[in-house]
Structure formats: structure tokens, C-alpha cells
């Protein structure tokens, strides 16, 4: 196997040279995590590989409101290992949307001319490289891992007599219990191994915050899973699990659509001798026909609603809405009342349907409205509902969407634009002068 390239480290992170272990901190030098010392502490990992979208920030959203609920620290950490794809833009892209929607992370990367901050870092996955090599190596010395020649060719072949058979695609393992000379001539072959953590049979079950009592059969997660490419990159699954445990995670909030992931995680937690986090799968985010949000049928880039002239309390207000109520008739409300009432046992099951309609003044029901008027004496910005009388503040007369068994929201492109700055681009208002973007050492240059 070879071994993960080296990176250097971001300014202040020694990663390279391993230190003498000392009381509670790892051969890094970073604390390591004590479950039994340490309050909640939730995450918000994206990849810079595309622009910030509806449903990347309803879940930052989420942790940050759970965070601040109960007191404990929301992380930022950057998954930037897939080269091919991050980019700067799209890391600037992130950065800026969260400070817009004022989501200020505890802990997190440098970056905008701002110093990391947390005990735990480096934040960026590209600077994190030689962990993922020291947790693989133990995963491979305990067996619980293997060196997989298989091709390409071989792998497809696999898939399509699976397919001709009409059974689901998983790996069939033909590398999973080679002996070390029928390893030893394949890589006389020349062929490079990556590395299969196996999956072991069995029920993996856990409780969910959002969905409840969870069971899935591990037959059905595809055979051994691969966590190093044959260059040595590491892949999500194991990166995920890795970082979650060095930095303490205990509550991963995320969307459904990873439910089916998190057995492979749990399996990976327990494997490397990790305490497993508490999971929440937030409902998904639905295009009006209840088919799954995306950019062909929904306009999801959080940049084209802010060029539009949004307002970020509408903004903050409306994502909050979209699978969680506060259980009463107040649909308007700020930022610290959200976190004031906020609860993971108040998110639904149900997908939260994201509707636009282009109606001018009308009410978005299951939604909070603001919107920057224009008067003699300036813009000022006015806290009711759009199609209320001025000066009303109080709550709308429209039933909670909640009372349906389902979260279904309308909107408006009405409830939040701004009167001043409809059709005009925003800068980000965290800076008074756009932040110098240059990646740390950590990164490589894109």
C-alpha cells in the first residue's frame, strides 16, 4: 500500500512531525476528545465543489441553531479532498454565505484573512492527510482492512453480471481473503492496491433524533467499502468518521439523504475504538412536485436569492421553517428567538416542499416575511409580514403547516426582496473590504 502523500501544514499546524505523546493530546499534539468532559459539539463540513445551496445552508442552519440552543460549539471543517473538483470561488462562495446569514462558527479554518480558531484543527481535510494514512494503517494491522487489486475491468464486469441477474450492485470480494503471496503477485503485475474496510454481517441499529428507531441490514451496504483510492487519497466515508471522532462530534445533523451512509459510519466508529455521535437526519428539501430539490426544476444557489435583493432575516427565517416549527401561530421570527425556541424533537419526518410563487404582496404562508422599504428619509427595513398592515408585528392567522402531518412551505419571491435592490448584486456585508483569498500551505493552489 502506498502511503498518503504528505501535505504541509496551514500556518501554525505542525502535521508532519509527530510528537512524543503526551496527557491527553495525540501525536500531533492536538487534546484528544473525552466524552465524558466535553459539551455538544455539532459540524458543518461542506465540499468547496459547487455554490452554496438552500439545502447546504438549511443545514448549517440547523447545527448552528442547535448549538446555540443548548449551548455548545458549532464547528466549520472544509471536506476539500477532491481536488478534481474545489475550488477557491466555491470556498469563498461558502464562507461568505454563512457570514451573510450570520452563522459565525466556534471553531474553523483560516481563511478571508481570519485566523483559525479551535484546539481541534487543522480544519481543511487536505491538511488532515496523514491522520487518515495512521487511522487506515491501524484499520489494515487489525485485519479489519485489505489491500483490493481489482481493476476497473474487473469491477465492471462485476456490476453488469449483477445487473443481468437483477441483483443490487455490491463488491464481491475477490480480494478479501488473498494470501500474502497471491498479494505479493499482483503487485509484481504492477497492479496498486486501495484499501477495503470489511464490512462485517449483521444488524446495525441506532436512534435517530428525526427518524427514530433505525435498522438496516449491513448486506445491503454493497460489500467491503473502499477508503483509499489506489493514489492513497481517502475517501468520504472514512474521512468523515475520522474527523468526526478527533474532533469531538456529538451530534451529526445532516440531511436524509445520508441516513443510508451512516451504518457504514457507525461501523467505521466502532472499528477505530470511537464513541458514536448522536445522529439527526433533517427531512429532505422537496421541488413543488415532492421530487427531490434541484437546479433544473428549483433555483437553488443562495447567490442568485441575495443578487435578487433577499433579505437576510426573511432568508434566515424562511430556511428555519423547512421541517421545523415552533408549535405555535408565530411565523415571524429573528434569529436569537429561533435558537430561543429551536429543538430537534420539533423537526419532522415529512420532506418540506419548497415553493415559489411570483404573486406580488401576497402571504407566504409557513414562512417568515420581511422586506427593506424606501421613504424620504432613507431605506429602512420593516419587520412584518408582506401583505400585513404596517406596523403589525404579530403572528400570521395561518395554521402551521405542521398540523398536515407534513412540512409543506410556500413561498414567494415577494416575502423578501428588497425594494432597493431587487435585480442588484450584494456585496458581503461581514467586510468592509473583500478578503484576500489566497490558499493557506495547507491547500494546494487551484
Avoid at 479554518?109 to 487511522?135: S, V
Avoid at 481517502?234 to 445533523?253: E, K, Q, R, S, W
Wanted: hydrophobic residues 35%; contains cysteine.
Amino acid at each position: 500500500m502506498r502511503p498518503i502523500a504528505r501535505q504541509s501544514a496551514s500556518p501554525g499546524h505542525d502535521i508532519q512531525k509527530k510528537r512524543p505523546l503526551g496527557k491527553g493530546v495525540d501525536q500531533w499534539g492536538k487534546p484528544l476528545y473525552n466524552p465524558g468532559t466535553m459539551s455538544v459539539r455539532v459540524r458543518y463540513a461542506p465540499s468547496p465543489t459547487g455554490f452554496q445551496h438552500i439545502g447546504g445552508v438549511r443545514t448549517a442552519l440547523f447545527n448552528y441553531l442547535y448549538a446555540r440552543h443548548v449551548g455548545g460549539t458549532f464547528i466549520l471543517r472544509l471536506e476539500d479532498t477532491d481536488q478534481a473538483r474545489s475550488t477557491v470561488e466555491f470556498e469563498r462562495d461558502i464562507l461568505d454565505h454563512l457570514h451573510w446569514l450570520g452563522l459565525e462558527w466556534d471553531e474553523g479554518p483560516a481563511a478571508g484573512g481570519l485566523d483559525e480558531r479551535g484546539p481541534f484543527g487543522p480544519y481543511r481535510q487536505m491538511a488532515r492527510l496523514p491522520r487518515y494514512a495512521e487511522a487506515a494503517e491501524r484499520l489494515r494491522a487489525q485485519d479489519r482492512a485489505y489491500p483490493c487489486y481489482c481493476t476497473p475491468e474487473e469491477l465492471d464486469g462485476d456490476r453488469r453480471a449483477q445487473e443481468a441477474a437483477k441483483e443490487p450492485a455490491r463488491y464481491m470480494g475477490r480480494c478479501a481473503t488473498l494470501t500474502a503471496d497471491e498479494r505479493a503477485a499482483r503487485e509484481a503485475e504492477g497492479r496498486r492496491p486501495a484499501l477495503r474496510f470489511r464490512i462485517e454481517p449483521g444488524i446495525v441499529a441506532f436512534d435517530d433524533l428525526v427518524r427514530g428507531h433505525v435498522e438496516i441490514d449491513a448486506s445491503a451496504l454493497g460489500g467491503d467499502l473502499v477508503i483509499l483510492r489506489a493514489d492513497g487519497t481517502p475517501l468520504y466515508h472514512f474521512t468523515v468518521v475520522v474527523d468526526d471522532a478527533a474532533m469531538g462530534i456529538t451530534h451529526v445533523i445532516r440531511g436524509e439523504d445520508h441516513l443510508s451512509n451512516t451504518p457504514k459510519h457507525i461501523l467505521l466508529f466502532r472499528a477505530l475504538g470511537h464513541p458514536e455521535p448522536v445522529f439527526a437526519h433533517l427531512p429532505l428539501i422537496l421541488n413543488p412536485d415532492r421530487t427531490k430539490m434541484s437546479k433544473r426544476k428549483s433555483q437553488t444557489a443562495v447567490k442568485d436569492y441575495i443578487a435578487e435583493g433577499f433579505v437576510r432575516e426573511a432568508f434566515v427565517n424562511y430556511l428555519a421553517y423547512l421541517g421545523w416549527s415552533p408549535g405555535t401561530e408565530e411565523d415571524v421570527l429573528a434569529l436569537d428567538q429561533i435558537v430561543e425556541r429551536f429543538d430537534l424533537e420539533a423537526v419532522q419526518k415529512g420532506g418540506a416542499v419548497f415553493t415559489e410563487r411570483a404573486s406580488n404582496g401576497s402571504t407566504a404562508s409557513g414562512s417568515g416575511a420581511f422586506r427593506t422599504t424606501t421613504s424620504s428619509t432613507g431605506s429602512r427595513r420593516s419587520w412584518r409580514p408582506i401583505g400585513s398592515p404596517a406596523g403589525s408585528t404579530g403572528p400570521r392567522s395561518a395554521a402551521r403547516s405542521q398540523r398536515s402531518c407534513r412540512s409543506s412551505v410556500s413561498g414567494s419571491r415577494s416575502w423578501a426582496r428588497s425594494a432597493t435592490s431587487s435585480g442588484s448584486s450584494s456585496r458581503m456585508p461581514w467586510s468592509s473590504t473583500p478578503p484576500s483569498w489566497s490558499r493557506s500551505a495547507g491547500s494546494a493552489a487551484r
